[in-house]
Nanobody, 116 residues
Framework: QVQLVESGGGMVQPGGSLRLSCAAS????????MSWYRQAPGKERELVAA????????SYGDSVKGRFTISRDNGKNTVYLQMNSLKPEDTAVYYC?????????WGQGTQVTVSS
C-alpha cells in the first residue's frame, strides 16, 4: 500500500523557516521523481519544487527560488522541503507527490500558515 505522509507544517511569522518532511512507503522510492506542490485558498495547485530520484537534479517554482530547498534521503524514503524567508503568500496546503511513468501518488497535505 502506497503511503505519503507529510509533516512539519504549522504557523510561522514572516521571515521565519519551516522544514517539511514526507515519509514514503509502498513503492521503490529511488525510482520516483519527488515533488512538493502547494495550493492556497481559491488558487490552483502549483509546483513548488521537484527532485529526480537518480541524478538528484532539482527544479523550483519561480516564487520560491533562492528561499526553498528540496532534498531527499533515499535510504530513509523521505523527501524534505526547507523553507526559509517565508512570506504570507507562502500560506497554503503543501502536498508531497511521487511520480514515475504510469504512477502518480499524493499525500494528504500539511498546512503552512505565514502570519504575524
Amino acid at each position: 500500500q502506497v503511503q505519503l505522509v507529510e509533516s512539519g507544517g504549522g504557523m510561522v511569522q514572516p521571515g521565519g523557516s519551516l522544514r517539511l518532511s514526507c515519509a514514503a512507503s509502498g513503492f521503490t522510492f529511488s525510482r520516483y521523481v519527488m515533488s512538493w506542490y502547494r495550493q492556497a485558498p481559491g488558487k490552483e495547485r502549483e509546483l513548488v519544487a521537484a527532485m529526480s530520484g537518480t541524478s538528484g537534479s532539482t527544479s523550483y517554482g519561480d516564487s520560491v527560488k533562492g528561499r526553498f530547498t528540496i532534498s531527499r534521503d533515499n535510504g530513509k524514503n523521505t523527501v524534505y522541503l526547507q523553507m526559509n524567508s517565508l512570506k504570507p503568500e507562502d500560506t497554503a496546503v503543501y502536498y508531497c507527490n511521487a511520480w514515475a511513468p504510469g504512477n502518480d501518488y499524493w499525500g494528504q497535505g500539511t498546512q503552512v500558515t505565514v502570519s504575524s
